[in-house]
């Protein structure tokens, strides 16, 4: 059962999905996303919603196919579109405003796609904890008046959680997920080849049961982060070895582990540190 207060979030939510009538959702197939899609189902009816997820070298295979079933799931119209941000070089050069090239252009590409549809208004994920880390990308949500019903209600990542529980989403315990690039530090060029790199050596540790993991790609260092609690046994001789041998098999000279563990978006702390 909801607690009282995120009861009324969602009530909020709710009301608010309800007054947009028909609307896009920029789909992931993340917790967040999940939920905004399954409650405008819920709300607008599967033919006034349609779920838009972006594709390109940036998103994981295992997260596109999963987004598909899901979507399949909750029965509502699904459009893949190609993003162009690889074709973009100032997103290319990785700037710390990286998520605003990669935002714009996915919100560019949707827009022109939902006109097609009859669909005027974009809806994201977004929740209030967001404001707390460094998302450029909002401010690219913002340029194209996108709304982010979730935030709007007051909903909290803990909120989203809670709510995907009671609704039976699958997602209400994933790990975040977010986009390949955000595993290679700020200024470092971003290429297709190194995307993959970060994905084939994130899929090996997560084979071996490191369920949420990071590999930040330092040139021909790769720097893994694991739950503080998964460090011993990711430094078990047996593992250990297998981790070295396969993602030098990828192509990094260098594997090292991070000693103070799994951190979401870690490579923000560069930011921090040079305000």
């Known amino acids: 059962m909801l607690s009282t207060e995120v009861q009324q979030k969602y009530e909020q939510m709710q009301a608010i999905l309800r007054s947009l009538e028909r609307v896009g959702v920029a789909y992931s197939g993340g917790v967040d996303s999940t939920l905004v899609l399954r409650v405008a189902v819920d709300v607008l009816g599967k033919d006034n919603v349609v779920a838009v997820t972006g594709r390109s070298p940036s998103m994981a295979d295992s997260e596109f196919e999963e987004a598909k079933r899901l979507a399949l799931q909750m029965g509502c119209r699904h459009v893949v579109i190609e ?13 710390p405003n990286r998520c605003y090239h990669c935002k714009q252009s996915l919100f560019r590409a949707m827009q022109s796609v939902l006109r097609e549809h009859g669909i005027s208004v974009m809806v994201t994920g977004t929740n209030v904890d967001d404001h707390q880390d460094w998302r450029p990308g909002i401010a690219a949500g913002d340029a194209f008046g996108v709304r982010s019903p979730a935030e709007e209600a007051g909903l909290a990542k803990s909120d989203i959680r809670e709510l995907s529980r009671e609704l039976n989403l699958p997602t209400y315990d994933k790990p975040a997920a977010p986009c390949l690039a955000s595993r290679i530090p700020y200024g470092e060029p971003i290429t297709v ?17 490191f369920c949420e993991c990071r590999v930040r790609h330092h040139g021909s260092v790769a720097r893994i982060e694991v739950r503080a609690e998964d460090l011993m046994r990711l430094m078990e001789p047996s593992v250990r070895t297998r981790i070295d041998q396969a993602l030098r098999e990828i192509g990094y000279t260098y594997v090292a582990v991070d000693l103070r563990g799994f951190r979401s978006g870690s490579l923000n702390e560069a930011i921090q540190r040079r305000e």
């Not at 162009?84 to 700037?95: G, H, I, Q, S, V």
């Open 83 to 95: 993003t162009n941000e690889m074709d973009d070089p100032e997103y290319c050069a990785n700037p």
């Open 193 to 209: 080849e190194k995307l993959k790199m970060v994905e084939r050596a994130e899929a090996f540790l997560k084979s071996l049961g």
